[in-house]
């Protein structure tokens, strides 16, 4: 995963799993914006990495998580 990515888009994507979210936000400091809508899957754990690691973040979208 590049440092450089801003956004990324993921809702609807059932199986994502914790570690991924989790690794996207330990190697994507830069990121701005997340869609993780209707991913049921996940726990609080990828929240707090996205929120510890991702000092720029703006936007998540948790909608039907």
């Known amino acids: 995963l590049q440092?450089?990515?801003l956004q990324r888009v993921l809702p609807r994507t059932f199986n994502?799993?914790?570690a991924a979210v989790i690794?996207?936000?330990t190697h994507c400091?830069?990121?701005t914006t997340i869609?993780?809508?209707f991913c049921h899957n996940l726990t609080d754990a990828p929240?707090?990495?996205l929120a510890t690691h991702?000092?720029?973040l703006t936007a998540?979208?948790?909608e039907n998580c």
């Open 3 to 5: 440092r450089s990515v």
């Open 16 to 18: 994502i799993t914790d």
């Open 23 to 25: 690794a996207l936000a």
């Open 29 to 31: 400091a830069n990121l």
């Open 35 to 37: 869609d993780l809508s």
């Open 47 to 49: 929240v707090i990495a």
């Open 54 to 56: 991702c000092a720029n």
């Open 60 to 62: 998540i979208d948790l």
